[in-house]
């Protein structure tokens, strides 16, 4: 981080990546105080959001916030599969290569919109570090959770006049098994984690995410807690 941390603030969407580096940032990188934030944009797997809680209550944080941002599923449903009201969740294994980049699940701009309001949350508290759970992702990715995206969203922030708030993705080049090693090396419970897109009561098993995370924990030699239909 360049600095010695003292506070920070940590987005938490509740899966296993966010999950992770909030205990991560807790316990390994000891700041203190730290603050959660987590975020409802009208997304079909919203039950993320209790495990947000959840996590955060474990780690003790000094403030969890859940805010409603709504508008913004509201305005980019036309393009998403990842909010209620959008085109259906795709199979990962029914989504070509070439796609894969940028998957029907990415939405558009939420990253930027999401760290901004943390920025500006941090700026308010006096925060000068914000941490998410960008990570390079095994079987397909999203250009919003890169390091050159991390790295030129720094730039603008970085020029702040007073107060500028630098965004850190310590887990980027991770690879997923890697980022549920830390977790168990950490005493994360997983089972109170949530990752399927689709919002049912019991994980899929073959969106993208659920295929990545059941293979994240095979290749960490570890059972995933969470029920599969």
């Known amino acids: 981080m360049g ?120 700026e308010a508290r006096g925060v000068r570090d914000v941490f998410y759970g960008a990570q390079a992702r095994d079987e397909y990715g999203y250009w919003d959770c890169t390091t050159a995206f991390v790295k030129n969203l720094n730039r603008v922030l970085g020029l702040n006049r007073r107060n500028a708030v630098t965004v850190h993705a310590p887990f980027v080049w991770m690879k997923k098994c890697d980022t549920v090693q830390t977790g168990l090396d950490l005493g994360v419970d997983f089972s109170h984690t949530w990752s399927c897109y689709r919002g049912g009561d019991t994980a899929c098993g073959t969106c993208p995410t659920c295929v990545e995370r059941l293979l994240a924990f095979r290749e960490a030699g570890a059972p995933d807690p969470l029920p599969y239909a």
Request: hydrophobic share 45%.
């Open 3 to 122: 600095r010695e941390a003292t506070s920070a603030v940590v987005l938490l969407s509740g899966g296993v990546d966010s999950s992770v580096l909030l205990h991560h940032v807790v316990r390994t990188l000891h700041c203190t105080p730290v603050y959660a934030m987590s975020f409802d944009y009208g997304q079909r797997h919203k039950k993320e959001l209790a495990c947000a809680r959840w996590q955060a209550e474990a780690a003790g944080v000094a403030e969890h916030r859940i805010l409603d941002v709504s508008f913004l599923g509201d305005a980019v449903r036309a393009a998403t599969a990842l909010v209620a009201g959008g085109e259906p969740v795709p199979d990962l294994a029914a989504l070509p290569e070439d796609d894969r980049d940028q998957p029907p699940t990415y939405v558009p701009n939420r990253n930027m919109v999401l760290l901004s309001i943390a920025a500006a949350y941090a």
